[in-house]
């Protein structure tokens, strides 16, 4: 193979020019910009907001701050539809200041920066308590699109996309590396009883399960990725991992620029192709998830292969009998389970991971809020990726805290790595004695080998 | 009962509105069209459910208080609302009905009308105070928001009184000239305003339902789901 065939990621290097702040072009430009963002659910969602309040207890960010009565919701949106409605409402262009409308300047498109990057995790929770379904998610993500194109987004967020444009995954890491990381980890795996036989293909060709991982787990994480092989070896699936495209996120779901959010898809469904393999499976992600089950196949136009996660697989090998596991390994703790926004409310996956976790432990206790009714833990829509509003991340995690900490729960179980993180950080913040695993983590020293 | 009023009311009950009317409807068609002309997000994932199903379940998610917890926390609320709305379409329905099958308004009827009328314009106050007071709901309230529900509990203030003359015999009052000056201005007025957002609640509800209905969010219990990795 060519070094340049080799190159993983996109033939150029780029570094996408951002702006500190808003300039009169850039408001030019995002005018121009703002009709190709306006497909039907956004138009509706811009339009269908009658006020009436009904949001202003769904959001973590206003729950949680609530002297802050600008983090309502509808607060939030109206800084971008203040601007549509100025363009599109009748009454808007005639008489602004009666409908609230009001001509995109540097002003509010500061607020619209400040409210839509760093006040919304995209979780869509008072889009499922508005009366009027709009779609908070895709609104705030068509604000965020529209900025990002002239350069106003936050830098680490778009580093991080960049990236993953540059490198083929999000954290840069070389291929020889990563294969050598799965080495390694295959041996370590393979040190452990009973598992000698156990195996981490890399680029087995007409595997069944193309499994994909985030990239913080061959980085920092690399236990997760031997629970997760040790649980699928001990069933006797067959799965392999790419050298090439193993990422499976996507922050270009985060960042709202589609051409990108498409180069990363097209670029995992021609390795599933390469591979032959009959399943894309998610690994334990939630936006990496949500972006390969229910977004890869409209960026894409569609893909010849099954895409699944490991919520659903483990719990059908639950279900299947084919892991053998010993609940008196949890026996001196409590758990309870933090639903990601992406895999639950936005993902559809609610019940499998509830049954896995019943598999492995008899001490399982729900927060208050839980399956689509469940808080984003305040680590989504690429929040950890934008350090400049972390004290504000951080005071949004208050009901989640409340919640973990009213179960009496020692362990918090999660599928998602942006939620882990956010989990460590609010726990360790508000004083929680808990420590946060996934569920391969919960399944992995359960098996019975 | 008969609805025996002057030539002037008479063409103020019935020509003008329908002209009005008929400018509601043409503003309404124009509304649609714009928004149907935008594109629609494509869905080409397997679906975990029912599409269809969802956009139906949603569509009828304003008569399930319980499925959304907004609305299962605030139940007086919700039957606030629900009375208010009531009492627009009865109010509305009467000004078609006084002029166009005034025999339908016997007392009896007409006094339920006012019942909703008179619970409606009480619900309207709360709602203005609400709006004024409430932090998080006066800071994204327009003027709009403001006049919009002024004007219907005035409206409905109004048709309470022209009612209970109208119930008396009297249906060529000022009362009744106000209350049919007043829907004119309604029908002319509300497709600029918020108050049409019942043109839009289609569109957001099915988008909700096709969304979160084929993602299995919604409708649970659908059988036969795609869903089944070996």
């Not at chain 1, 977004?295 to 699944?308: A, D, Q, R, S, Y």
């Not at chain 2, 994932?45 to 949603?58: N, P, Q, T, Y």
Request: proline share 5%.
């Amino acid at each position: 193979m060519s070094e340049q065939a080799d190159k993983l990621g996109a033939g150029d290097e780029r570094k996408w020019p951002t702006k500190p702040e808003f300039t009169p072009e850039m408001l030019e430009e995002m005018e121009k910009l703002l009709p190709g963002k306006l497909n039907r659910v956004v138009a509706a969602s811009l339009s269908g907001c009658i006020h009436c309040g009904m949001c202003s207890d769904a959001c973590h960010y206003s729950v949680s701050i609530p002297e802050d009565k600008t983090l309502v919701p509808a607060y939030k949106a109206d800084r971008f539809r203040k601007w549509y409605k100025s363009r599109y409402d009748w009454l808007g262009q005639i008489f602004p200041s009666f409908v609230g409308a009001r001509k995109l300047d540097k002003e509010l498109a500061d607020d619209m920066y400040d409210k839509l990057w760093g006040a919304c995790t995209m979780c869509r929770r008072c889009t499922f308590n508005c009366p009027m379904g709009v779609d908070y998610g895709m609104l705030v993500r068509a604000a965020r699109g529209i900025m990002q194109q002239v350069g106003r987004v936050p830098q680490h967020l778009q580093d991080t996309v960049d990236t993953h444009h540059n490198s083929g995954n999000n954290m840069a890491v070389p291929r020889d590396e990563f294969i050598e990381t799965m080495e390694w980890i295959e041996e370590e795996l393979q040190d452990e009883e009973g598992c000698e036989n156990f195996k981490i293909p890399v680029d087995k060709k007409g595997a069944q399960y193309f499994l994909t991982l985030n990239p913080r787990e061959p980085k920092y994480y690399p236990l997760t990725i031997q629970a997760s092989a040790k649980v699928l070896n001990a069933a006797g699936v067959d799965f392999t991992i790419s050298s090439r495209y193993w990422d499976l996120t996507n922050y270009a779901l985060f960042n709202g620029y589609d051409p990108d959010a498409k180069e990363f898809s097209m670029w995992q469904v021609e390795d599933v192709k390469r591979l032959g393999c009959e399943y894309l499976l998610a690994g334990e992600c939630g936006h990496g998830y949500r972006s390969l089950r229910w977004e890869l196949p409209n960026w894409v136009g569609g893909v010849p292969f099954k895409i699944t996660s490991m919520m659903e697989l483990l719990a059908k090998l639950v279900q299947q009998g084919r892991l053998k596991l010993d609940k008196s390994v949890w026996k001196s703790h409590r758990f309870t389970y933090h639903d990601s926004c992406n895999i639950a409310r936005s993902g559809g996956i609610m019940e499998e991971p509830r049954i896995i976790i019943n598999a492995a432990t008899d001490d399982f206790v729900e927060m208050e809020h839980n399956r689509e009714n469940s808080y984003c833990c305040g680590g989504g829509g690429g929040a950890l990726a934008m350090p400049e509003f972390t004290p504000r991340r951080i005071a949004a995690g208050k009901i989640k805290a409340d919640e973990i900490k009213a179960t009496g729960a020692d362990i918090v179980l999660q599928s998602c790595h942006n939620c882990t993180d956010q989990l460590k950080e609010i726990i360790e913040h508000y004083h929680i004695k808990a420590k946060v695993m996934n569920l391969a983590e919960l399944l992995a020293p359960a098996l019975v080998i | 009962m008969e609805n025996n009023v002057s030539h002037a009311l008479h063409i103020l009950e019935e020509p003008v509105q329908y002209m009005a009317l008929g400018f509601m409807v043409l503003m309404y068609i124009i509304k649609i069209s714009q928004m149907l002309k935008k594109p629609v997000p494509p869905e080409k994932a397997e679906l975990k459910g029912d599409r269809v199903v969802g956009a139906f379940d949603s569509l009828l998610n304003v008569l399930k208080p319980w499925s959304m917890e907004s609305t299962r926390k605030n139940p007086f609320f919700y039957v606030e609302f629900m009375i208010f709305h009531i009492g627009v379409a009865l109010t509305i329905g009467a000004t078609f009905f006084i002029p166009l099958v005034p025999v339908l308004m016997t007392p009896a009827v007409s006094k339920v009308f006012m019942l909703f009328m008179g619970l409606a314009f009480l619900i309207g106050l709360r709602r203005i105070y609400r709006r004024l007071t409430v932090p998080e709901i006066r800071i994204i309230s327009s003027p709009d928001d403001f006049f919009a529900i002024t004007l219907m509990t005035v409206f409905f203030a109004v048709g309470f009184v022209a009612m209970s003359m109208w119930i008396n015999g009297s249906p060529d009052t000022g009362w009744m000239w106000i209350f049919f000056l007043m829907t004119t201005f309604f029908l002319l007025y509300v497709p600029f305003s918020k108050i049409s957002h019942y043109v839009l609640y289609p569109f957001g509800r099915i988008n909700f339902g096709r969304t979160f209905g084929g993602r299995g969010v919604m409708n649970k219990k659908v059988k036969n789901s795609s869903w089944n990795p070996k």
